[in-house]
């Protein structure tokens, strides 16, 4: 051990001279080493007593811990390769993290005369890392089995710069289309897309990687172009040889469409309107959007969607609170009010939750920090939440601006109203501020980001007022895009950007062009969100089919074919009703009600819905309502009341067809438009006469029905 120390100084000691300080030089060994990640020293509690930054984001507060921490036991300054800063790392004496660097190591060497110069923190106006420089920008592979040299360069607060390559952390968001190893080599492994994020010191970059088919003969074929939807998309396909797949047909159109747009399935009647009408095709599709989107079942099936994200439910809200909220959010949408005009209701609603429904808002949040949270993460699609114990591991948002964001809200306050389950929004008094949880300090509301055009900040209670401003404004980078990203993954079953509440850097999007022309678009028509859903259900892209092609079998990412959705609890529930020709019944509501009319998960509670995946509203992310299939749901559909009870109605579909007196091949013709939308094809249709006629024509009918409902053709939408 000791001759391991003197060598160790006899080979360093010619080099000490070299300034070396811990903000620029030590501070990205112990990231890169993983002294600062979650499992090792940067978990909230530490690893066996000793506390780091998580990832490095304060160094003030590492360097404090290392010199300071018990009595700066970690250091040895008369004999610094005794220090156990060196000692345990490098392996001289029992580590529980493991071996870190060798004791012949540049990172070695770096902090053991870093301790021989006093272990100098550094001039942040010098040392800190203005800003990183990733070569190259961008990764184009003609084939897998390439591969790539990554670059990093810092530049410091003084001007100079530093190959920092070996020190970054450089991660890959899709490893099995491209890889990077320990010595920033990007290796392509399959066709594809990945985005490769680069951190250094707090700073990120973002490097996008295609690897292309190399599937030879690829020649582009031009399809119709109906919008600039279609042109970017295009634009992005045909650089990547993904040929898109072909258009649907009118019936699976219909289908589609309004189940998008109203929550429904078409009834047997449109069908046969729809088909019939000899209006050329783009046209009568435009029309029927039209009507699709000024019918009641619209503004139904769009008030779940927002009951949702603003958690509109009787556990946060009581009875009347949430019929009041559901009925400001469906005339909200009915009347197809701006965005913006929506959005400022809410923040800035006061007064009592009854006479003035917006403000039930804050009452499922209540307080400051998780109301700044469901904000941010409803109408910026930024999800604040990893900032409020540390700055965000994966974006540039700090813990000082989380506190600056929620001290907006800490002057809201909340007081029983006259009524039973009222309450009062009011502002507080302007000295009930948000206190910063490190030193106790009052923190000043500031914006996310600075606003373009001054928006003042007030200093008294009106703040709100101020942050509703600067969030609906047309220069806000976020809100525009975020409300576009998510409306265009309602109608693809993902969004440009995805998650859609988790914009970020290190998350970008499959094709910016495309998502900044949708924002720019929606800006230009002042927050209309049906001209927006417009604009996209009557592009090419929206109408196209979900069958794959030899080029884009693989592609899940760039819209090149419609992607088979599961229908919604409610969405499902409906079109089991409608199929089967039965009526709603759900407990306290009125008759007839359906699953779309219904307020809140605790209204009309069902087990059907809750097993198909209905939210509980208990979280503004799009994450908690469920589309997958899972065994329970089969064995549901199957063996479960909800479908039988349907089927066997003896006012319904069966009933009503076999009492009329119809054909066997009219009931056939019929299940199918109720059911898939469609007339059957030859061969359904010969199926369907030949059991019809092997038994009692009400039970055969009742089982044909039973086996559409349980079809994928009906429970997904294609």
Excluded at 429 to 440: L, T
Aim: net charge neutral; glycine share 6%; hydrophobic share 35%.
């Amino acid at each position: 051990m000791r001759l391991t120390i003197l060598l160790a100084s006899l080979a360093f000691a010619l080099s000490a001279a070299e300034p070396v300080t811990f903000l620029r030089d030590v501070a990205p060994i112990l990231n890169k080493t993983g002294c600062t990640s979650g499992p090792c020293h940067g978990a909230a509690k530490g690893k066996n007593g000793f506390k780091l930054s998580l990832r490095g984001y304060d160094p003030q507060f590492d360097y404090q811990a290392l010199l300071y921490d018990l009595s700066g036991r970690r250091f040895n300054r008369a004999q610094p390769a005794s220090s156990l800063m060196l000692a345990k790392p490098s392996q001289q004496i029992p580590h529980g993290g493991g071996q870190r660097f060798e004791t012949d190591s540049l990172y070695y060497k770096t902090i053991y005369n870093w301790i021989a110069q006093g272990v100098p923190f550094g001039d942040p106006a010098k040392d800190a890392v203005t800003s990183i420089v990733v070569e190259p920008k961008e990764l184009a592979m003609p084939k897998p089995g390439e591969t790539a040299q990554i670059k990093v360069v810092a530049r410091f607060a003084d001007g100079q710069s530093r190959d920092v390559t070996k020190e970054a952390t450089i991660e890959s968001n899709v490893p099995t289309v491209a890889k990077i190893d320990t010595k920033a080599m990007v290796s392509g492994e399959r066709t594809g897309e990945a985005t490769l994020l680069v951190r250094y010191q707090g700073k990120y970059s973002t490097v996008p990687v295609t690897i292309l088919n190399p599937k030879p003969g690829f020649v582009w074929k031009p399809l119709p172009q109906y919008s600039y939807i279609d042109q970017l998309v295009d634009a992005k396909l045909s650089k990547l040889h993904l040929q898109p797949s072909g258009g649907i047909d009118d019936a699976t159109f219909l289908r589609r469409i309004t189940l998008d747009l109203t929550g429904a399935i078409p009834t047997p009647e449109e069908v046969r309107a729809f088909l019939a009408d000899p209006t050329p095709q783009r046209i009568k599709r435009a029309k029927r959007i039209d009507k699709l989107i000024a019918s009641p079942a619209y503004a139904d099936h769009w008030t779940v969607k927002w009951g949702d994200l603003l958690q509109s439910s009787r556990k946060f809200l009581g009875e009347k609170g949430t019929f009041g909220f559901r009925e400001w959010i469906h005339q909200s949408i009915a009347s197809n009010k701006p965005y913006d005009k929506m959005a400022r209701e809410l923040l800035t609603s006061r007064g009592s939750s009854y006479d003035d429904p917006a403000a039930n808002y804050f009452r499922t949040t209540r307080e400051p920090k998780p109301t700044m949270e469901k904000t941010t993460q409803v109408f910026l699609g930024v999800r604040m939440v990893c900032a409020q114990c540390h700055d965000h591991p994966f974006e540039k948002w700090t813990q000082n601006q989380y506190y600056q964001m929620a001290a907006f809200f800490s002057v809201v306050g909340l007081r029983p109203g006259y009524e039973v389950g009222e309450e009062i929004i009011y502002d507080q008094r302007a000295d009930y501020e948000m206190k910063h949880p490190k030193d106790s300090r009052i923190v000043a509301p500031q914006f996310l980001i600075a606003s373009t055009a001054p928006i003042k900040i007030p200093s008294d209670e009106h703040r709100r007022d101020a942050l509703a401003d600067w969030l609906v404004s047309k220069q806000n980078p976020f809100f525009a895009k975020a409300i576009a990203n998510r409306i265009w993954s309602y109608f693809f079953n993902k969004g440009i950007i995805d998650p859609v509440d988790d914009i970020r850097a290190s998350n970008p999007p499959v094709n910016p062009a495309l998502l900044e022309a949708l924002t720019k678009d929606l800006l230009d028509h002042n927050y209309d969100l049906q001209y927006l859903m417009r604009t996209i259900v009557n592009s090419r892209i929206y109408q196209t089919s979900f069958v794959p092609n030899e080029w884009n079998e693989k592609d899940a990412d760039n819209f090149s074919h419609a992607l088979p959705r599961r229908l919604g609890s409610e969405q499902l529930m409906d079109a089991v009703e409608l199929a089967a020709g039965s009526r709603p019944n759900f407990p306290d509501v009125p008759e007839d009600t359906n699953a779309d009319q219904l307020p809140d998960p605790h209204v009309g509670k069902d087990g059907f819905l809750d097993l198909f995946g209905r939210p509980t509203r208990e979280s503004a992310c799009e994450c908690e309502r469920r589309t997958d299939l899972s065994l329970p749901q089969a064995l549901n559909l199957v063996n479960g009341t909800t479908i039988s009870d349907a089927v066997a109605d003896p006012k319904g579909r069966i009933s009503k067809l076999v009492l009329a007196g119809k054909p066997d091949a009219t009931i056939v013709e019929e299940l199918y438009l109720a059911t898939l939308s469609r007339l059957p094809s030859k061969q359904e249709a010969d199926n369907g006469l030949k059991y019809l006629a092997g038994g009692p024509r009400a039970t055969r009918a009742q089982d044909l029905l039973w086996a559409l409902l349980n079809s994928k053709g009906f429970l997904y939408s294609y």
